[in-house]
């Protein structure tokens, strides 16, 4: 056991103290996002929105994460990533604060695109910065390090935010997601100031690519388009699902939601390790990522039994754990090309632009087919994912041959 816990401690060694600030801050701000996970039931059941309803107000979650990726990426190519990411986090917080006194629909909408503006402001100069401050050979490993800071906080976040509903109502869970983002900003304001912090790959590209005449990043961004509608279930229909057809209360929910930040803590760092030292190139990883991802639905159908649920959870934890990081790895690879803030804003708008229509179209699904067939259309979105992959494979070949 001594030789496996040292084992698991040499994943984490090599990389820059800077990386690790940035570790924190992001686990800090993450810790209070407990809003999200349970957006979908707020709307529903305390809000008395229609699925319908709820689906729209998520669409403009993703319009404003589309913007504020676009604009978070402009912002850090001309003022730099430390002034970028400390005005995102104080401004979400104070907006996550004032986001619980709106109760009709349209100040909502209004509300959650102008909380996601400025929130996915930081995503773009985060990945730049991490980029910075991480060694070429440690990128994939420092990506893993802020996803087990986000899933560590993610863990706590939902079994702690259930507790709270339970007992106080969910408007305290606004309160703790504000109030989380200004201490966030307190920290990264005191260790990650340019005067303090040490830049290892200071990159300087002076005849710099566009990002959108990069065909295979195009082909790759339409794959992780299509990899984060399906994923991003999780975070809306899922819950519903959970709710409805199984019967879970608000803390059953939330243990299982937690239960894939806790795996995702405990194996995802010797997982990543192991793989950067296997045979296998990111692409051919992130492939595995998306059908494993896509499985954890086709299961659903198989029982009504719900210890299935457990299945699909870690299926899709697995997919995850493998998808994510070696995406992101190629995004910053390929960012060294080009704009970095450009090409990590793209990365990011992918994900905006899933959540645009992800939790629309199933919300929408659910509302009209009923949930077994929603998971088939899902099913058949991953299958495109994986097709997309499988080209981006094939025309990487063809350039390197």
């Not at 909408?109 to 910065?129: E, K, Q, S």
């Not at 990650?192 to 990043?217: E, G, H, M, Q, R």
């Not at 992130?286 to 029982?303: D, P, R």
């Not at 009923?370 to 979105?381: E, Q, S, V």
Request: one cysteine or more.
């Amino acid at each position: 056991m001594k030789t496996l816990f040292n084992n698991y401690l040499n994943t984490f060694k090599g990389l820059s103290k800077e990386v690790w600030w940035l570790a924190l801050i992001t686990l800090i701000n993450r810790a209070g996002t407990m809003v999200i996970p349970f957006l979908s039931l707020y709307l529903t059941e305390d809000l008395q929105f229609t699925p319908s309803n709820v689906g729209t107000i998520m669409m403009c979650f993703g319009l404003g994460s589309v913007a504020g990726s676009w604009l978070g990426g402009k912002l850090t190519d001309t003022i730099g990533y430390y002034k970028v990411m400390v005005r995102s986090l104080l401004s979400t917080g104070v907006l996550f604060i004032a986001l619980q006194f709106l109760n009709t629909f349209y100040t909502i909408c209004l509300g959650i695109f102008l909380v996601m503006l400025v929130a996915d402001m930081f995503r773009p100069a985060m990945f730049v910065a991490l980029s910075a401050y991480s060694k070429p050979e440690n990128k994939t490993r420092s990506v893993t390090l802020i996803r087990l800071a986000i899933n560590l906080g993610f863990s706590a976040g939902p079994a702690i935010g259930g507790l709270i509903i339970a007992t106080m109502g969910y408007g305290y869970l606004f309160w703790v997601d504000g109030i989380t983002c200004i201490l966030a900003t307190v920290v990264l304001f005191m260790v990650l100031n340019p005067k303090k912090s040490k830049i290892l790959d200071d990159i300087v590209v002076t005849n710099p690519d566009s990002a959108y005449k990069d065909k295979a990043f195009t082909i790759f961004l339409v794959a992780m388009f299509l990899f984060g509608v399906i994923f991003l279930q999780y975070f809306s229909t899922m819950p519903l699902y959970y709710r409805e057809a199984h019967i879970l209360t608000e803390f059953e929910i939330g243990l299982l939601l937690g239960a894939n930040g806790f795996i995702i803590f405990l194996l995802e760092m010797p997982l990543i390790k192991w793989l950067e030292n296997s045979r296998f190139s990111k692409t051919e990883l992130m492939l595995f990522g998306a059908i494993l991802t896509t499985a954890s639905f086709i299961v659903l159908n198989i029982t009504t039994w719900s210890g299935i649920l457990i299945i699909g959870m870690f299926l899709m934890t697995i997919g995850e754990m493998i998808a994510f990081p070696f995406s992101n790895a190629f995004a910053m690879e390929r960012a060294k090309k080009g704009n970095q803030g450009e090409y990590m804003a793209l990365y990011s708008i992918a994900f905006s632009m899933a959540h645009i229509f992800g939790h629309k179209a199933g919300l929408q699904m659910v509302d009209d087919w009923g949930f077994d067939n929603t998971w088939y259309t899902i099913t058949l979105i991953g299958g495109f994912c994986v097709i997309l992959l499988l080209i981006l494979k094939a025309h990487l070949n063809i350039k390197r041959s």
